[in-house]
């Protein structure tokens, strides 16, 4: 559980709760996923020249060619995780920490693997000045998961993979779920669920992200 900041420079819950009222109107209809993005503190996890931008509905830079994704896909792909009820959650791609701050208001564990050390050091601290503590981070390549703390309830993707790596797959607990977008240039958000050895598909809504790289950057 990560703990609520409010008053912190030029923001305010007031400005947090438009944002929750247009993803309401947007379609997230997820209480729990609603009210753990009212209690996370976006502007905290963007420079402070990008703000003032930060509950806005739209992905914002990061640095390192990476992006904050938009609120409302972040909504949308953490509500599809939730309907499975994970307790143990692999998150590929810590990015700015903003995606890890919300699991770790809905879920027992996450584990997060970020593959460029900067952005993660910087994950690190915001993420322990929210006073999360269920939440372990990883400097390695996000294509290979977690293997010596899976099998996971829920894996997420926060970037796109052309098809999803089989060691991901391998990682995922029977009934658990993988949300990622996969595709090149037409993404699709995709919800995997395993059921023994089988893997069933749904296609949930197109969607824009970064491709999924691998490697690592010091």
Do not use: C
Request: no cysteine.
């Amino acid at each position: 559980m990560v703990a609520e900041l409010d008053g912190i420079g030029m923001t305010s819950r007031r400005t947090r709760m438009r944002l929750i009222q247009r993803l309401r109107e947007s379609g997230i209809e997820d209480e729990q996923v609603l009210e753990a993005m009212a209690n996370v503190p976006r502007h905290i996890f963007l420079d402070e020249a990008l703000a003032h931008r930060s509950y806005e509905d739209t992905a914002l830079p990061i640095g390192y060619g990476q992006t904050l994704s938009q609120p409302y896909i972040v909504a949308r792909m953490t509500e599809v995780l939730m309907r499975h009820k994970p307790s143990r959650v692999l998150e590929l791609g810590t990015g700015s920490g903003y995606q890890t701050a919300i699991l770790a208001n809905l879920v027992d564990h996450v584990f997060s693997v970020e593959r460029i050390k900067p952005l993660q050091d910087r994950a690190r601290d915001r993420l322990r000045t929210l006073g999360a503590r269920n939440v372990l981070l990883k400097h390695a390549d996000g294509g290979m998961g977690w293997p010596d703390k899976g099998p996971f309830d829920g894996i997420i993707v926060t970037a796109a993979p052309r098809e999803v790596p089989e060691e991901l797959k391998s990682q995922l607990a029977d009934g658990g779920v993988l949300v990622a977008p996969i595709g090149e240039h037409t993404q699709m958000l995709t919800e995997i669920v395993r059921k023994g050895a089988r893997f069933e598909i749904n296609e949930v809504e197109p969607v824009r992200f970064v491709p999924l790289l691998g490697g690592v950057v010091r």
